[in-house]
């Protein structure tokens, strides 16, 4: 039997190793030392990679980064208003009075209008780890 022209296309670890190397890159050029980690639409790790000049919880930032973007398809950046005290979602604020969770840098994949998995990025200012996580998913195409 043939597979419908409509089935979904996974992430695959190839994908999840693409989208690392391109979110290196644009690490590398912003200047930043950075933590990359991708998951699949089941929410698990495919690929990561921490900056060794990198703080060590900027892995686990960036991990609750791609995880926060998968599980609400939706990229962090745009739940940061959200979870601010008296926002929509009610969280304890971090000692950057954010929530570590939602700041900015991590984004969902897409692929035939369906979502497959999501990358984050942690390391830089969050604005930075969200244009790094950008620039690395529209590699994909």
């Not at 590398?28 to 639409?41: K, M």
């Not at 208003?81 to 604020?93: I, K, M, R």
């Not at 390391?123 to 195409?141: F, R």
């Amino acid at each position: 039997m043939s597979t419908p022209a409509t089935a979904l296309a996974p992430l695959t670890t190839q994908d999840a190793e693409a989208l690392v190397q391109a979110a290196r890159a644009a690490a590398e050029a912003a200047g930043v030392t950075a933590a990359i980690s991708v998951v699949d639409a089941g929410g698990h790790l495919l690929a990561f990679r921490r900056d060794d000049r990198a703080v060590l919880i900027a892995g686990e930032t960036s991990t609750r980064k791609a995880f926060t973007a998968l599980q609400l398809d939706a990229p962090t950046a745009d739940l940061v208003e959200a979870v601010q005290p008296g926002g929509v979602f009610h969280t304890l604020p971090t000692a950057l009075d954010r929530p570590l969770l939602f700041l900015a840098g991590g984004v969902p994949v897409h692929r035939d209008g369906r979502l497959i998995g999501a990358i984050g990025v942690g390391g830089g200012a969050p604005e930075q780890d969200h244009e790094i996580a950008t620039t690395a998913v529209a590699t994909l195409g």
